[in-house]
């Protein structure tokens, strides 16, 4: 594949995991958080006193995106190579199985396709657009 190619898949990519790590560090200013569905209507888990209440503290797992795009960085103008493929995809499926299983009170998908939670459609969108550009 030509330079330009590759410089513009590595841009693409780092686009995507930087924004995606900028909305995991702002979701709780940017948004009312997780919901979780109580007889049909939004439940917020920011309502709880109790440990429900820090469930958006889950996104900071996709911190670790950090090292793709460090990986990344280092190979610019390099085609991917089979280490950066699996460091790239441990990192979204531990983030993915975190923020689906570790939450107390909220349910991501109800959160993000129910409610339409903007920032968490765009974490979610980045991810998706990371990974197929691998």
Known sequence: MPDKMVALYSIIYISALSFQVLLAITYGSLTLGF???????????RELFSAGGDDDAVLM???LQIIPILLRAFSFLREAFRTEV??????SAIAFLAIWFVPDCG??????????DVS???IIGCNIIAVFML
């Open 35 to 45: 919901a979780s569905n109580v007889e049909g209507s939004a439940f917020y888990c």
């Open 61 to 63: 797992v996709f911190i």
């Open 86 to 91: 699996f460091v790239s995809l441990c990192s």
């Open 107 to 116: 349910n991501l998908f109800f959160t993000a396709f129910v409610l339409g």
């Open 120 to 122: 968490l459609l765009g």
